[in-house]
């Protein structure tokens, strides 16, 4: 099981929540999204590593972006 964390901007809503969780999740191999809206950070559990440009491509498709690491 494979644990990655980004933070997102933009977030100011539990529905701008929902969208990041809801697009994020349709990437393959992804088991869990948990995202805390008060800093932004969106946690990805995954049996195997995911790619960051992966999470960035469904972040952007959601509407927002992910900040510069």
């Known amino acids: 099981m494979a644990e990655s964390t980004f933070t997102v901007v933009g977030m100011t ?33 995954s049996a195997e590593a995911i790619s960051s440009a992966d999470v960035r491509t469904a972040v952007e498709e959601a509407g927002y972006q992910l900040a510069d690491s």
């Open 13 to 45: 809503c539990g529905h701008c929540a929902q969208s990041v969780t809801e697009e994020v999740s349709k990437i393959g191999g992804v088991s869990e999204v948990a995202v805390d809206l008060p800093t932004g950070a969106v946690t990805v559990s």
